[in-house]
């Protein structure tokens, strides 16, 4: 569980110190991204913050609270809470994460399509229809994300 100090900034150094943070994370992309998260968070904030943004993704696709508590190993009260931050009336995560799942979706689509003509194009005349047919498995497997 997070500790903050239970004296409050003052309204004026609270939004500075919200500046500089936003200032400090606009345009990282990549591993600079990644190197600058590690050097913030403990493996501890990720882990929790990566929980969190899974549980709201998940949420997102309709899995059940305890398919999502099985999955991600937490409790029914994490994912309430990631619920109700989901449904709350600043929509940054949701938009970000509907973002991803429209993307995701259009993968899928073109996906489908691939495997639709790699199912009715058969090997070339002189192939081996066992290798082909493990190439397209691992093709397949490949692209499957776990949800």
Partial sequence: MPQVS??????????RVKEIFLQSISGLKGKE???FLDDLLTSTEKTMLIK????????MKNY???AICGLLNVSSATVF??????????EGLKKRLEKILK???LIGMFDKIDEF???INPPPV???WSSWRKKQWKRQSERRKPF
């Avoid at 809470?81 to 600043?90: F, Q």
Wanted: aromatic content about 10%; glycine content about 0%; cysteine-free.
């Fill in 6 to 15: 239970r004296y409050p900034l003052s309204k004026d150094i609270e939004k």
């Fill in 33 to 35: 991204l990644t190197q």
């Fill in 52 to 59: 969190r943004i899974a549980i709201a993704f998940l949420l």
């Fill in 64 to 66: 059940n609270y305890k």
């Fill in 81 to 90: 809470k990631a619920k109700e931050s989901l449904n709350s009336k600043d």
């Fill in 103 to 105: 993307n995701e979706r």
């Fill in 117 to 119: 003509f790699e199912k």
């Fill in 126 to 128: 002189k192939r081996d």
